[in-house]
């Protein structure tokens, strides 16, 4: 409900939905950034024997606040009504995670964590193209169903 109010009142927000406001989007990503710089320390007082890890640490924190930024994107694009898209962009998504981790499953853990972030960068470069040309009425008018 709360999106489809959202795609009525868009031109008064420059077709931002509420949660994608530059300040939320530059905490969404700053936060993991800092604490993947304290990772050794995180990594080491949770457990010694996992201390070496902290890439992995690292890597799975900058996906996390990756997908915290694209969450509300892909929300514009169910609110547009484009479902089957964003089915075929999950598909995407699905199809690099794994050819990344059939590539980098030799690496371990980091190497599957790796596979989800370049996952997830493939998908938010499709995702994000696709909203902003949605929210430029690039591809049909949206729908107010």
């Given at each position: 409900m709360e999106v489809r109010r959202w795609v009525r009142s868009r031109r008064r927000t420059n077709g931002l939905p509420p949660c994608c406001s530059f300040r939320r989007c530059w905490a969404n990503l700053c936060c993991p950034c800092?604490?993947?710089?304290?990772?050794?320390?995180?990594?080491?007082?949770?457990?010694e024997g996992f201390s070496s890890d902290w890439l992995t640490f690292c890597i799975v924190l900058l996906t996390a606040g990756l997908l915290a930024v694209?969450?509300?994107?892909?929300?514009?694009?169910?609110?547009?009504?484009?479902?089957w898209l964003g089915l075929f962009m999950n598909i995407g998504w699905a199809l690099v995670y794994?050819?990344?981790?059939?590539l980098w499953v030799g690496h371990g853990a980091a190497g599957v964590a790796a596979a989800r972030l370049a996952a997830y960068?493939?998908?938010?470069l499709w995702t994000f193209w696709f909203a902003l040309s949605i929210l430029r009425g690039e591809s049909g008018s949206v729908r107010h169903d």
């Open positions: 800092y604490r993947s710089g304290l990772a050794r320390r995180i990594i080491g007082e949770a457990c694209q969450m509300p994107v892909g929300q514009i694009i169910i609110a547009s009504g484009r479902i794994l050819f990344g981790t059939w960068v493939a998908h938010a």
